[in-house]
């Protein structure tokens, strides 16, 4: 068991630009949740996916943020004309119909 | 809603002394509740979850938390903290559907030598 994975674990991008992070879940777990942290707050939750269907999105997840789960094993998040205001880390965490969520170390993105 | 309120944005302690991470919750449904620690640079660990039973939770490195219902409580405590723990740690509430989680806007520990 190689815990919850997140590629990349750092990016800076210029502002206007599209990025795509990759979020590989603990193997079989079936629910798969993205978050985001800003500095000095706890993670906010943005969307989240049972298999391969994403269940709720957050209004916090504008039309320029989507997320997908195609085979429902990874996923991935895109951010479409970056702000400055998407700074934030970007948390993936997994279960499997539990309660407790697993947590990778997260894709800390810096738009410039 | 749900919602999770963190009093303590910082917390300096010096090592050896015994600490407390206050932690409040409003839910009008049951509940799970969750510890996590998260080091610098790093994604969030698991502390201690209160899941039902016995409403005293420990975890393997000495931290405890105590579920209470009628003060919608669930406070962290440590009797002797080490240099080590100095991180932040974040309450978090889920319910039993979705198991998403709401959580608080942590407290930094500073453990102070």
């Known amino acids: 068991d190689t815990g919850v994975s997140q590629d990349p674990r750092h990016k800076i991008t210029k502002r206007g630009q599209n990025v795509t992070f990759r979020c590989d879940p603990i193997?079989?777990?079936?629910?798969l949740y993205w978050y985001r942290q800003t500095l000095g707050q706890g993670p906010e939750f943005l969307t989240y996916?049972?298999?391969?269907?994403?269940?709720?999105k957050s209004r916090l997840l504008s039309d320029r943020f989507s997320a997908e789960r195609p085979k429902g094993s990874f996923s991935t998040l895109e951010i479409q004309r970056t702000e400055q205001g998407d700074s934030a880390m970007y948390l993936c965490?997994?279960?499997?119909?539990?309660?407790?969520?697993?947590f990778g170390p997260g894709t800390r993105l810096l738009v410039l | 809603a749900q919602s999770v309120t963190q009093l303590d944005s910082q917390v300096p302690v010096f090592e050896e002394a015994p600490v407390e991470l206050r932690c409040n919750y409003s839910?009008?449904?049951?509940?799970?509740l969750f510890w996590y620690v998260q080091y610098p640079n790093q994604g969030l660990q698991l502390l201690l979850k209160?899941?039902?039973?016995?409403?005293l939770v420990e975890s393997i490195n000495g931290f405890e938390a105590e579920f209470n219902k009628s003060q919608t409580s669930f406070h962290l405590r440590k009797p002797s903290v080490h240099i080590s723990d100095t991180a932040e740690y974040f309450c978090?509430?889920?319910?039993?559907?979705?198991?998403?989680?709401?959580f608080g806007t942590g407290t930094r520990l500073k453990v102070l030598a």
């Open positions: 965490a997994s279960n499997d119909y539990q309660e407790t969520q697993y």
């Open positions: 839910s009008s449904v049951s509940v799970y």
């Open positions: 209160y899941l039902s039973g016995s409403t």
């Open positions: 193997s079989e777990h079936n629910r």
């Open positions: 996916f049972q298999n391969e269907a994403q269940l709720e």
């Open positions: 978090a509430v889920s319910d039993s559907g979705t198991y998403k989680y709401i």
